[in-house]
């Protein structure tokens, strides 16, 4: 009897044993399938920022000669920069959101929306005869640090676009 019940305890204390291992081991294969996710996805942004940047560096040049020039800009400055500005405005709008990313979708979104306005503003207010680009500039950066908080909610560290592309 005493045998019948010690292997009964036996076989039960392996059944926990084997059933915890292999929790531990989905749990194991589970992080690893998380990594590689957060790894791509992390590839993914960096892919779309750095896509994000060379669209707007694409045709933003007589805008930064605008907005750097130490002397007075000149009418012709102007209108270069105001065309550039609505230049980058029109091929933002053309970007699509890379399918890794679609959880982010909202967000990049809004980032997109919110440059596009700010470029769409430069161009307007650079038509006018004393144009103020304070609030393209405040459109420009809220993007700027919304794109900074992706960038940490996906484990990377801040990026500035500000730093990329106004130089």
Request: charged content about 25%; some cysteine; aromatic content about 4%.
């Amino acid at each position: 009897m005493k045998r019948k019940w010690l292997l009964m305890m036996s076989v039960i204390f392996l059944q926990i044993g084997l059933a915890a291992c292999g929790g531990q081991q989905e749990m194991i294969l589970k992080k690893e399938n998380n990594t590689v996710d957060g790894t791509e996805q992390k590839k993914s942004v960096m892919k779309f920022y750095l896509l994000l940047v060379q669209t707007i560096n694409r045709a933003d040049a007589s805008l930064n000669d605008f907005e750097l020039t130490e002397s007075a800009p000149t009418l012709e400055m102007k209108v270069k920069a105001s065309e550039s500005s609505a230049i980058v405005a029109e091929e933002l709008s053309k970007l699509e959101i890379p399918e890794l990313l679609k959880n982010h979708d909202s967000n990049l979104d809004a980032i997109i929306q919110q440059l596009i306005a700010s470029y769409e503003a430069k161009a307007e207010e650079l038509r006018k005869e004393e144009p103020s680009l304070e609030q393209a500039n405040q459109l420009f950066q809220e993007a700027n640090e919304a794109l900074g908080n992706l960038f940490e909610r996906v484990g990377l560290n801040r990026a500035s676009i500000d730093t990329e592309v106004n130089s």
